[in-house]
């Protein structure tokens, strides 16, 4: 799982495109449409729309960076174990999680099962995804960010990476869906 010595597939054609660094700069304000996208959901092997759950429910994006299925953020990893262990309280207030990686097919399938991961896992390994919301990257991978979507897709919480907040805590992001219903 998390280790510090192997960087086997560290350096791969997504690290290099994402080596340097872009802030992130997303555009958006509140009330927006967020741009559409179709990827494959690990978890469920399944393909995901985003645009299939307007009118049906709210939606928290939860971009995040995973180098490799060995090597994960040390900033975000705290973040994904704590959105894993807390996605029950999203889905009782109606809202679908759906944490976006880089990381390819393979390399998630091994995030999925290592971590448990209950939520969706959606695979965006050429990192179209990241770019749509203007996330920015550094260092070989995206930049993590948080969008909370409601049922209509406009966007009514954002929360982009900063080295001092480089995730939205949890409680932050079940706050911002109380206020937002």
Same mark, same amino acid.
């Given at each position: 799982m998390l280790t510090s010595s192997d960087f086997s597939g560290l350096f791969n054609e997504r690290f290099v495109r994402n080596f340097f660094p872009v802030?992130?700069?997303n555009p958006l304000q509140l009330?927006? %449409? *967020?741009?559409?996208?179709?990827l494959p959901d690990i978890t469920n092997n399944?393909?995901?729309? /985003?645009?299939?759950?307007?009118?049906?429910?709210?939606?928290?994006?939860?971009?995040?960076?995973?180098f490799t299925e060995k090597q994960y953020c040390p900033l975000c990893?705290?973040?994904?174990?704590?959105?894993?262990?807390k996605y029950e309280r999203f889905t009782e207030k109606g809202v679908e999680v759906l944490? %976006? *990686?880089?990381?390819?097919?393979?390399?998630?399938?091994?995030?999925?099962?290592?971590?448990? /991961?209950k939520m969706p896992l959606l695979s965006d390994p050429d990192c179209r995804t990241f770019q749509a919301y203007e996330v920015g990257q550094a260092l070989g991978a995206p930049?993590?960010?948080?969008?909370?979507?409601n049922p209509q897709g406009q966007l009514?919480?954002?929360?982009?990476f900063s080295f001092l907040s480089p995730n939205a805590e949890v409680e932050k992001l079940l706050s911002a869906i109380e206020q937002s219903q």
């Open positions: 802030p992130a700069s009330g927006a %449409i *967020t741009p559409d996208f179709e399944r393909q995901v729309k /985003l645009s299939s759950y307007r009118g049906q429910q709210p939606v928290l994006l939860a971009f995040t960076r995973i990893f705290p973040h994904i174990k704590a959105m894993n262990e944490m %976006i *990686t880089s990381t390819d097919r393979q390399q998630s399938q091994q995030v999925v099962k290592d971590l448990g /991961l930049l993590p960010a948080q969008f909370l979507l009514r919480f954002k929360h982009l």
